[in-house]
């Protein structure tokens, strides 16, 4: 669906300005930003629907979570996630206000829905995969209300360039830090838990494996947004900021998932490494060799430091290079506290509740309506399989069998069975019999006299 309303929207690009070359139509569409119709950018955005996993077109991506972990780290750090912010930012002047409204509230509720949905999981990599999809959520609703306060505060689409692809490829970048990392070190504890992926089966790896409890951790700084420390606290506070300035319901659902960002987060930390082991696997866990390791390192060092905006090329972090004079005084002080405050409270509740280890998902024994609402997903993969196998499905069947009797059937095979029939008459006639030849001949004579005599008859008649 995603796919079929993206070409939709190019076939449309294409019939409006003659060409989808990009440097062609941003020119173009300067010119005549009256041919940028909403219905044009909507169509667009339903490649990003499908390709970065929006809701609701988001069901595909925990299912991926079956490959190995070095291929989750490229899919969710580089490749899949690039592409849809990558294509917003790279067609930004397609958009007009009303679709940019329309983007910021899709990636606003994905950012929220998919960070409730994480509390159900127990699935090391399927938290994970829902983490990335909160992620993704904030990167488009960032793009989308940044390139608004750029519209309506700035010079148009110069504007909507430096706040809205800002903030948005900006925390692009630092995620690809911290959630490689996160994938990676999954995969480590996984190795050393003897292929074990539910985080109630691990606990005490802290002991066991230690770099890899420290790179881990560095995540999970990153990802929540500790102050100053983690990476995610220098850009999602630059989509909070343009958040603020535009749509401060938004702003206020941003902050919340932030929170429930750092909860979740800090839930996974302290079950599958703190505490005591909790199954044969996790008691027999050793450290993954360097192989493993020294990559965590790495990317643990990128995701701490990766938030100064220092370390990028001068067009990366436009935004976050200038957000101290861009946020006017308590504009800015404000957005440090909600940041700082989201994280820690979000990490202090995580060690509260799950009491830094735990065998059982203490919210799941204390409030099984809680649990079961996350655990539910909104009940979006039941509604797919139900409409896929009483609305597909069956429409499916229906146009195969109509496919079946008139298009194979009677225009194919139809006119392959007349042409066999003429065959099998025309066998019958070639007989090799010379006698039966000369019948012929005979009868062919009678038919054409009588035809030759009528004719001349008719004509003399005339």
């Given amino acids: 669906m995603g796919d079929f309303g993206f070409l939709i929207g190019i076939i449309m690009v294409y019939w409006t300005f003659g060409t989808v070359s990009l440097g062609g139509l941003q020119e173009l569409a300067h010119h005549s930003p009256d041919s940028v119709t909403t219905a044009m950018g909507l169509l667009l955005f339903c490649g990003v629907l499908g390709k970065s996993a929006q809701m609701p077109l988001h069901v595909w991506l925990p299912d991926a979570m079956a490959g190995p972990t070095p291929i989750s780290a490229l899919i969710h750090a580089a490749t899949m996630v690039a592409a849809g912010v990558y294509f917003l930012g790279r067609t930004f002047f397609l958009f007009t206000g009303e679709a940019l409204h329309i983007i910021s509230w899709v990636g606003v509720v994905t950012a929220l ?47 909507a360039l430096y706040y809205g692809i800002g903030a948005s490829m900006f925390h692009l970048t630092t995620h690809a830090f911290f959630k490689a990392l996160l994938f990676l070190g999954s995969g480590s504890v996984i190795h050393a838990c003897h292929h074990e992926q539910d985080i109630f089966e691990m606990g005490g790896l802290y002991k066991k494996m230690p770099l890899t409890t420290l790179t881990f951790a560095a995540g999970v700084i990153a990802i929540a947004g500790v102050p100053f420390i983690g990476a995610a606290f220098f850009s999602k506070d630059a989509i909070l900021y343009v958040a603020k300035m535009t749509n401060f319901p938004a702003f206020l659902i941003l902050t919340g998932t932030a929170l429930l960002t750092a909860l979740y987060m800090g839930r996974l930390f302290v079950i599958a490494f703190l505490g005591k082991p909790n199954s044969k696997s996790a008691e027999h866990a050793h450290e993954s060799p360097w192989t493993i390791v020294l990559p965590l390192v790495v990317l643990a060092v990128c995701s701490v430091a990766g938030g100064y905006a220092g370390l990028y090329p001068e067009r990366l972090g436009v935004l976050v290079q200038n957000w101290v004079p861009l946020a006017h005084g308590s504009d800015h002080t404000l957005m440090l506290v909600i940041s700082a405050v ?13 009491g830094f280890g735990s065998k059982t998902d203490r919210v ?44 194979s059937g009677l225009l194919v095979k139809g006119t392959a069975a007349v042409a066999g029939l003429f065959g099998i008459g025309a066998r019958r006639v070639h007989t090799g019999s010379v006698a039966a030849y000369v019948w012929w001949f005979f009868f062919g004579l009678l038919l054409f006299g009588a035809f030759a005599g009528g004719f001349l008859d008719g004509i003399l008649q005339k």
């Avoid at 488009?140 to 608004?148: K, R």
């Avoid at 989201?342 to 799950?354: F, I, M, W």
């Fill in 364 to 407: 799941e024994d204390k409030a099984p309506p809680v649990y079961a609402f996350a655990k539910s997903k909104f009940y979006f993969d039941e509604i797919y399989n139900a409409y896929v196998a009483k609305v597909q499905d069956r429409l499916a069947d229906f146009v195969s069998f109509l496919d079946t009797l008139f298009i």
């Fill in 113 to 159: 829905c998919a960070a409730i949905w994480a509390f159900g999981q127990r699935d090391i990599k399927k938290i994970l995969a829902y983490s990335t999809l909160s992620q993704l959520g904030y990167m488009v609703a960032g793009f989308g209300m940044g390139s608004l306060y750029g519209l309506h505060h700035g010079d148009g689409h110069g504007a």
């Fill in 342 to 354: 989201a994280s820690v409270v979000g990490l202090g509740l995580a060690g509260l509740v799950y």
